[in-house]
């Protein structure tokens, strides 16, 4: 288990691509990319989606990461 203290999260700007990816740190040397987008407003959107998700208690742990991309990929779908 972590604590949201130690976790990073940021939008990161992929020049050349003009890409925006949402990248989360739950502990030290590894990071997930938890989405790519066109903009930063849509980048910013998905981390503050995955801090409400931990404080909700759905993110408790790193294999929880894998449920709420599941999530992403359905509220995607839905947004398509």
Same mark, same amino acid.
């Given at each position: ?10 939008? +990161?700007r ?7 990816? $949402?990248?989360?740190?739950l ?6 990319? #938890?989405? +790519? ?15 409400? %998700? ?10 929880? +990461?894998? #449920?709420? #991309?599941? $999530?992403?990929?359905?509220?995607? %779908? #839905?947004?398509?």
């Amino acid at each position: 288990m972590f604590s949201p203290n130690q976790i990073i999260a940021c939008v +990161v700007r992929q020049y050349g691509t003009g890409l925006y990816r $949402s990248c989360v740190s739950l502990n030290k040397g590894s990071t997930i990319c #938890l989405s +790519v987008h066109d903009d930063e407003q849509s980048a910013s959107d998905t981390i503050n989606q995955f801090w409400e %998700a931990c404080k909700k208690g759905e993110i408790k742990q790193p294999e929880d +990461v894998s #449920l709420f #991309l599941k $999530s992403l990929k359905g509220d995607l %779908a #839905l947004a398509t």
